[in-house]
Each structure stands twice: as structure tokens, then as C-alpha cells.
């Protein structure tokens, strides 16, 4: 459906990746018509599919344990899974309803987020973000799991504090249904509410903080082996723990202001999502990929592509 819309009058969505109102919805705005509505619709069918799957998830976690796995034995990567699933599901639904009333303003004409009509493009706001920053620790959990378990193989030690471990994520998943309203800063929001949000930010960064801590901890006095996969791990954490302290930064609603919209903001997005994303997926394959087709990967072009990946993304985004 998505890349159907590309082939319609007007090309594609043209509305930003946030698909704030009005831009959004209404087509003469963003110079698209269908490819708007065509982007809404299949943003919602994606996430249904995702829905399903998440299901999957959960329900094969619970039930296909091995015989004798007791819940607390539960490998941590698969926990970080099941919690990151849970969040999505229970974050998605205001985001679903929300691309409803966007197709209805864009096709019939209702004014669900357009002034003129009593509407308000705020309300698009609170439902995109309310989804947008569970979905954060949604992306964010499954890495964490996988790092886990590279950096206890590669140093050989057992992971350090894995109920606490296992608390603080569920911690951050509640907490972080309570901290949408941090990417609203500069948008209009009242600046006691702001205030409040400025709070669950930084309680935030707490249970993060705790599960860093716990890694170097099982990292401390280990064997460490300094394999590509462990090369990754190492990265990851060093990647992400600079764009933690920059979050801090940017959860205080007087500094945001200012920083809003600046490198430093693109910066902080870099060094959380980079890590999350390109690192965790390549700590991944080179870590499970012999475990899943019994062939080694050549190590020495692991480690040329890692390096030739890690500094040049600090290059760019560091200064």
C-alpha cells in the first residue's frame, strides 16, 4: 500500500514523518492527495500486522520454554523482547485511532485537527508521541537483551544483577507511557505541564542508568575476549551512553528551547538510534551467525568493518 502511493496523482506523502496537522491533513497543503491517505492506511495495516506479531511473541515465550525453565531463568533478551511487545501493544491503539481521524480529515472532510473547524493539531501531538516514545524502549529493549548476552559470553562472567536488571526494564516500560509530552516542548503545551514531564524524564534515565551499570559491572574483573560481536557490545554502550547524557540536556524544558531543532538535538537522535539499530543488528549477526548456520565469519573483516563503521559515524555526528 505504501509504495502504491507513489504511483498515484501527486506522488507520495509529503507531510513529514510526523505528519503533524495541517500539513497532513489537509492534501492541498502537502501537495498530495491519495498518497496521504494511502501513507495513513498503511501505516495503520503495518501496525496491526505488528500487533499479531507481537502476540506471537509473548505467547511463545510463555509457553515453549524449555522443560524445567523456570520463569526467572528466562534468557534476558527474551524478557527485553516480551517487555518491548507489551509496550507496543499497549502504546499503538491511540496512534491507530489517531490515523483514523487523520483519513477521515483528509477524506471527508471532518476537522478533527483543524482549528477552523474546532478541531486542534495538538490532539495529533499527544496521540503520535504517547505511541512515539514507548516505541523508543520498544526498539531499544530487544538490543539491550541482545548486548546482555554478548557481553556475558565474551567476558565470561554471569550477568551482573539479572532480577534488578530485569525490574528496572520493566520500570523503564512503565515510565515510559509518562514522558510523551517532552517532544512537545516548543509546540504549545502549558509550561506547568511541561514541568511535569521535565520530572518523569529524568526519572527516566534512572533504570537506564541502573541497567549500564549493571553491564560494566559484568564486565569488570571478566576474561574479556575482544571479538567482533564483543567489539559491537563495547560500542553500543559507549554510543548510547552519549546520547543518554545528551537526553538529559534535552529533558529539561528551558534547554530544550534553545536546543531545539539545533546538530545538538540530531546529535542526541544519532547517538541513541545508531547504536539501537545499526550497531545491535550487526552485534547480532555476528554473534548468532555461527550459532545459526555453524560457519565462523571471517574476523578479521568483522573487525575492518566495525572500525570502518564506529569512527566515521563519530566523525560526523560527534562534533
Not at 89 to 108: E, K, N, T, W, Y
Not at 115 to 139: A, C, I, K, R, T
Not at 198 to 209: C, E, K
Request: hydrophobic content about 55%.
Amino acid at each position: 500500500v505504501l509504495i502504491l502511493s507513489f504511483f498515484v496523482k501527486g506522488g507520495g506523502f509529503g507531510g513529514a514523518w510526523t505528519a503533524y496537522p495541517p500539513l497532513s491533513s489537509v492534501p492541498e497543503f502537502s501537495l498530495t492527495d491519495w498518497g496521504a491517505s494511502l501513507w495513513v492506511l498503511a501505516v495503520a495495516l503495518e501496525f496491526v500486522s505488528f500487533l499479531l506479531g507481537g502476540i506471537n511473541f509473548v505467547t511463545t515465550a510463555m509457553n515453549a520454554r524449555a522443560p524445567g525453565m523456570k520463569m526467572m531463568d528466562i534468557p534476558i533478551a527474551v524478557w527485553f523482547i516480551v517487555i518491548a511487545v507489551i509496550l507496543f501493544m499497549a502504546s499503538v491503539g491511540p496512534l491507530i485511532a489517531g490515523a483514523v481521524m487523520l483519513f477521515m480529515d483528509q477524506r471527508i472532510g471532518t476537522t478533527f485537527f483543524l482549528p477552523s473547524g474546532g478541531g486542534d493539531p495538538l490532539l495529533w501531538e499527544h496521540l503520535f508521541w504517547f505511541f512515539g516514545h514507548p516505541e523508543v524502549y520498544v526498539v531499544l529493549l530487544p538490543t539491550m537483551g541482545i548486548v546482555a548476552d554478548i557481553i556475558t559470553v565474551f567476558s565470561r562472567k554471569k550477568l551482573f544483577g539479572y532480577r534488578t536488571i530485569l525490574y528496572t526494564a520493566f520500570a523503564t516500560g512503565g515510565l515510559s507511557f509518562v514522558v510523551w509530552a517532552h517532544h512537545q516542548f516548543v509546540a504549545g503545551i502549558d509550561p506547568r505541564m511541561a514541568n511535569v514531564f521535565v520530572v518523569t524524564t529524568v526519572l527516566i534515565s534512572i533504570p537506564i542508568a541502573e541497567m549500564m551499570f549493571s553491564y560494566i559491572a559484568t564486565l569488570y574483573g571478566g576474561s574479556i575476549e575482544y571479538t567482533t560481536p564483543m567489539l559491537w557490545a563495547l560500542s553500543f554502550l559507549i554510543a548510547f551512553l552519549i546520547g543518554g547524557v545528551t537526553g538529559i540536556y534535552l529533558g529539561a524544558s528551558a534547554v530544550d528551547v534553545y536546543f531545539h531543532d539545533s546538530y545538538f538535538v540530531l546529535a542526541h537522535f544519532h547517538y541513541t538510534f545508531f547504536p539501537i539499530t545499526i550497531i545491535g543488528m550487526f552485534a547480532a549477526i555476528t554473534f548468532w551467525f555461527p550459532k545459526m548456520f555453524g560457519r565462523m565469519m571471517n574476523e578479521t573483516l568483522g573487525k575492518i568493518h566495525f572500525w570502518g563503521t564506529f569512527i566515521p559515524f563519530n566523525c560526523i555526528f560527534l562534533p
